[in-house]
Structures are given as C-alpha cells and as structure tokens.
C-alpha cells in the first residue's frame, strides 16, 4: 500500500527528516521516502559545501550533487531565490548513512534536487 502525508510547517520551523520518519513508524507505518516542496536559496556552508536554505526558516540541507543541481547551479548564481521539489529522506540511502554514527546521532539533513524553478 502507498501513501502520501502531508506537512504544513509553522513559520520559524524546522524540519527533521529522522524525527518524522520515527513519528511515522511509531504510528505503525514505515516511511520509504520523504520529499519537500519549499522556496529558498542557494548558498554554501562554512565547509564550502552546497546548501539549500529554506525560507522563513532556519533549516538547512546540504544539497546532494546530481545532474538538476548541475543545471540550477548553471542557470543560477550564490544566493538566487529558488522553488524546489527534493528528496529529504530516502529510508536505503538513510540506513547506510546512519551506521556511520554513534547512537543518537544523526547525519546532516540532505537533500536531492528533482526540480526547481527560479523566482524573479
């Protein structure tokens, strides 16, 4: 069975990929893939990595290079006010990521690119 759930952040908010995977399953329910739609822009972080910053918010997604960041990354400079579509968590790719930390820890909040749109 395949289903979709929906999340409409506050202002100010945050959203953490492992903390609703874990809601979901609690609810007896296995999240396979979670993805965002959301405005921001581009930027890098203090390690020179490519990040997307999420308007009206303090959440950050190290950006995961594939061939749509290439092309944004092309028609776009540091900083351009952008509308992605993204792939937040991945339960695979996340399982494989995770066994790299201690109990407890989680590993960065990334994100995979599948579409953008540049705002004027």
């Known amino acids: ?3 979709n759930i ?3 952040p506050k202002k100010d908010f945050t959203i953490n990929p492992f903390k609703i995977a874990k ?3 609690d609810s007896g329910v296995t999240l396979r893939e979670a993805a965002i739609v959301a405005e921001g822009v581009i ?3 203090s390690s ?3 990040v997307f910053r999420v308007s009206d918010s303090d959440q950050e997604y190290i950006i995961v290079r594939n ?3 290439e092309e944004l990354q092309s028609q776009s400079g540091e900083h351009q006010e952008v509308a992605v579509t993204g792939v937040i968590y991945h339960e695979e790719k996340w399982k494989k ?3 790299k930390y201690k109990k407890g820890e989680e590993p960065p909040a990334t994100i995979e690119i599948l579409e953008f749109s540049k705002k004027e």
């Open 1 to 3: 069975m395949r289903g």
């Open 6 to 8: 929906e999340i409409y």
């Open 23 to 25: 809601l979901v399953k």
């Open 43 to 45: 930027a890098s972080d």
């Open 48 to 50: 020179g990595n490519p």
């Open 67 to 69: 061939p749509t960041f």
């Open 97 to 99: 990521e995770k066994k």
